[in-house]
């Protein structure tokens, strides 16, 4: 599985991207997909998921009710909308793919491939 993530940016606090991941080389319909984030110095951590039917999501505490994850399995992409965005979360934000299990899952342990991150930097 192949993971191109993009969108990243600089925006203002307050402003709004949207993450893009397209991904590529196994039915993209069957897996789990979730968007994770590592700033400098700290762990990453989980941000967002969808499951293959897109009928179950899970956010971070942090980004619920700012932050929509969605997919669009024709296209074989799943996208992260970022509104009312704070310099808190300024990160590298990776997409990663979980081929096992039938809910999604916070653990970054359990995916099975990843993106190469795409920057995302909020200025204050």
């Known amino acids: 599985v192949q993971l191109q993530a993009s969108g990243g940016g600089l925006v203002q606090a307050g402003g709004s991207l949207r993450l893009s991941c397209a991904a590529s080389?196994?039915?993209?319909?069957?897996?789990?997909m979730a968007w994770f984030r590592q700033a400098p110095g700290k762990e990453r951590e989980f941000v967002a998921a969808?499951?293959?039917?897109?009928?179950?999501?899970s956010y971070a505490d942090s980004v619920k009710g700012r932050f929509t994850i969605s997919r669009d399995n024709a296209k074989n992409t799943v996208a992260l909308q970022m509104n009312s965005l704070k310099p808190e979360d300024t990160a590298v934000y990776y997409c990663?793919?979980?081929?096992?299990?039938?809910?999604?899952?916070?653990?970054?342990?359990?995916?099975?491939?990843w993106g190469q991150g795409t920057q995302v930097t909020v200025s204050s």
């Open positions: 990663a793919v979980e081929v096992h299990y039938i809910s999604v899952t916070r653990n970054p342990e359990q995916y099975d491939y």
């Open positions: 080389g196994r039915t993209f319909s069957n897996v789990n």
């Open positions: 969808i499951t293959r039917s897109a009928v179950s999501t």
